[in-house]
């Protein structure tokens, strides 16, 4: 029977009841969660009619100008997951430090880095938005997690997933048993399975990029998107499609269901920072469900799950999607 038409929640006890040991608290996080993105969407959603939108007058820790949507979803997030008993602590792209789990309040045994609103200078131009999660384990017996213990590797995820705020809202999922994407039914107030098995098709004629930075990107990046742009009359005989929504919860679901190549390479620009997409709660989290589709992710010289992170909110390159053309990349950066 098609598992099409089931609701998250049904679909998440029956994950976890197919684990003979599980404690149910996987389940539990999931779905505080979920609980955390409908409201987000929500507030994504009704944000010119209640005045929260536009910019709110501070910078972050890592320089750029916060939307007040920014500061609003990760106090969101922090007051769905703070108090619920399944989480040892928390990290988020707007918050410099690492956020402990109030002390009168129960701890878990898993770690959650999130970005709350991904894209988020998309907000004002009514763009899609999302938030992503990477969800970890943390170490036994330890009474106050700090930064080392968010320092694992992406192989180390046992769960992660993004929320796209678009035309639909849709949740997309993986435990390491594959991709399932579930859309928002706003008169039920229940995301729905819709998208059962996600997988990325292993060729594609689409590429997301942002042209601008071109000038500053390393050689193998310039001769794939120049192979890209000389279309049938090239070396790749065929000719390519460009989208690019800075975004990249839209461009990750975009090549989930068509296939494509997204890109934020190393550049010129943020060299000095090793990227522009940070490790922990971009990165890790759609590798991770990229790859549990079929595809790649790659910095063009390593694997992006196997980099040891160093600090909550290091960046690193992202080349991410179908199959045979990430291979190609990686296949250019070997030469180099
Ligand atoms: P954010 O987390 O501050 O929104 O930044 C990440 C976003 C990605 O969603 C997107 O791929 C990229 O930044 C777009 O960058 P640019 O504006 O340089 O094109
Ligand atoms: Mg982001």
Known sequence: MS?????ITQFIIEQQRLHQNSTGEMS????????????ISHLVNRSGIIGIDGVAGSENIQGEKQKKLDIITNDVMVDHLNWTGHLAAMASEEIENIIQIPANKPKGQYLIAFDPLDGS???DINLSVGTIFSILRCPEDIAEPTVEHFMQQGTKQVCAGFCVYGPTTMMILTTGQGVNGFTLDRDVGEFILTHPD?????????????MSNQRFWEAPVQRYIDECLQGEDG?????????WVASMVAEVYRVLTRGGIFMYPLDNKPTTQGGKLRLLYEANPMSFIVEQAGGIS???YERIMDIQPESVHQRVPVVLGSKNEVERIISYHKKT
């Open 3 to 7: 598992d099409i038409g089931k609701s």
């Open 198 to 210: 996600m997988m990325i098709p292993k060729d594609t004629a689409e590429f997301a990029i942002n």
């Open 121 to 123: 200078s998309n907000i």
């Open 235 to 243: 070396v790749r005989e065929k000719n390519f499609n460009m989208r």
């Open 28 to 39: 539990g996080l999931l779905n505080d969660i979920v609980s955390a993105c409908k409201k």
């Open 298 to 300: 790659s910095t063009g």
